[in-house]
């Protein structure tokens, strides 16, 4: 069963309505009876916590704290807002599971982010969801995650290339075409926010993964990676378009033109800066944000296009959080991404290969959803939530199984 969700989960999540959330409890729940469940049933060794361990709990458990504690000094605990940063939490079961798992099941997650990218673009090809904005998505997704979600899935895919072993030629093929169908489904949604990923992303590839290699090697590389991306430009009008609209957008906003795209996420930063400011270490509280859009408006920080826009969400995560929690939403926000992310650098040299190349991918999927996080609310979704929290567990596992078992093998 764990080796049968290590290779679905990613693909489930694009094709399956709830997948993400359902098999992310479903796991949640098998790993605590594996861990503290009966040894003679379960065959599990008794927990022996270690600093990873540790550490990934706390911080998964931080965005759900944080939460309650900004509700309970307002008065005010709202149900519905404990369920997304719940989702963190239950990833922390799975986590402590998996790196106690042998690497012989570990090992089916060789293809599952390449099944999961190929996926993302077959969907948008086979039966697509047009949004109102004439963008490409699923049917039940909107474009601007599903977008960030498929990159994110495409760069897995090519990083996973000999990864527990020397891939066979059919392998290596899945592997690219992950990459190209990753690419061209980001394309096809037009989520240029995520696109400010891929240079940083990219650097950071070419920095780790070109430690000791040839200086052909570090030539070919980067004019490979410039070569994709300008590839896309030149045979992409959606690419080139959505681009272009920034400047665009700038422009209409220096001339009073406020409610174009960007023009909305500029003022919807002002109103969270100036909530910042005035209360900043447990903020609004439960909706504070969308609460506060009525009176933005009427003061005429917002236009009402934009405060009808941030009734729906901030379009930046970490001013989601301080705005509504404070500061200590913000500090668990980080966690989140800043511990995990420790983690993988520090792994990234570890004597075994399959673990240092989980610890790169790792690494480059947090740093990933934390670039999404600038542009649009990443966690304000249970599937966006549930799949970046399980993602972070499977990886981390897959970055750390060494450890427990001594030589990873």
């Given amino acids: 069963m764990p080796a049968f969700f290590l290779l679905t989960y990613p693909a489930a999540t694009l094709l399956l309505h709830g997948g993400a959330s359902a098999l992310s409890i479903a796991a949640a729940v098998i790993s605590l009876a594996l861990l503290f469940g009966p040894r003679m049933w379960t065959g599990f060794a008794p927990l022996r916590w270690d600093s990873a361990d540790t550490r990934i709990c706390i911080a998964m458990a931080c965005p759900l704290a944080a939460t309650l504690v900004s509700e309970l000094r307002h008065l005010s605990v709202i149900s519905n807002t404990l369920d997304s940063p719940s989702r963190f939490l239950a990833a922390a079961p799975l986590f ?48 601007i995650h599903y977008g960030d979600i498929a990159l994110v899935l495409g760069a897995l895919s090519i990083l996973s290339l000999n990864w527990w072993r020397k891939d066979n030629l059919p392998v290596r093929v899945i592997k690219i075409a992950g990459l190209v169908a990753g690419l061209a489904a980001s394309v096809l949604t037009g989520s240029r926010g995520g696109w400010i990923a891929v240079p940083v992303v990219a650097v950071l590839i070419l920095y780790v993964r070109g430690r000791g290699k040839s200086r052909r090697w570090k030539l070919v590389l980067p004019i490979a990676m410039l070569a994709i991306v300008v590839g896309v430009f030149t045979f992409s009008h959606t690419a080139r378009d959505r681009v272009t609209d920034i400047s665009s957008d700038l422009l209409h906003y220096e001339q009073g033109q406020r409610d174009t795209s960007l023009g909305i996420r500029l003022q919807l930063y002002e109103a969270a800066v100036k909530i910042i400011e005035a209360h900043p270490v447990f903020g609004l509280g439960a909706h504070g944000f969308r609460d506060s859009m009525p009176s933005f408006s009427a003061s005429g920080v917002l236009t009402p296009v934009a405060a009808q826009t941030g009734e729906g969400e901030t379009h930046n995560q970490m001013l989601a959080y301080l705005t509504d929690y404070g500061l200590i939403g913000g500090l668990a926000l980080l966690a989140i991404y800043v511990v995990p992310g420790v983690i993988f650098w520090k792994r990234l040299n570890t004597p075994t290969a399959p673990a240092g190349r989980a610890a790169l991918m790792g690494l480059t999927f947090v740093v990933g959803f934390w670039i999404f996080g600038l542009t649009v609310e990443t966690f304000d979704l249970k599937l966006t939530v549930a799949f970046y929290a399980t993602m972070v567990a499977i990886l981390a596992a897959l970055a750390t199984y060494a450890d427990k078992t001594g030589n990873g093998t």
């Fill in 96 to 143: 402590l599971v998996l790196r106690r798992t042998s690497p012989r099941t570990l090992a089916w997650a060789d293809l599952s982010f390449a099944l999961g990218a190929v996926v993302s673009l077959a969907v948008l090809l086979v039966a697509p969801k047009v949004s109102g904005i004439d963008r490409l998505s699923s049917r039940f997704l909107n474009p």
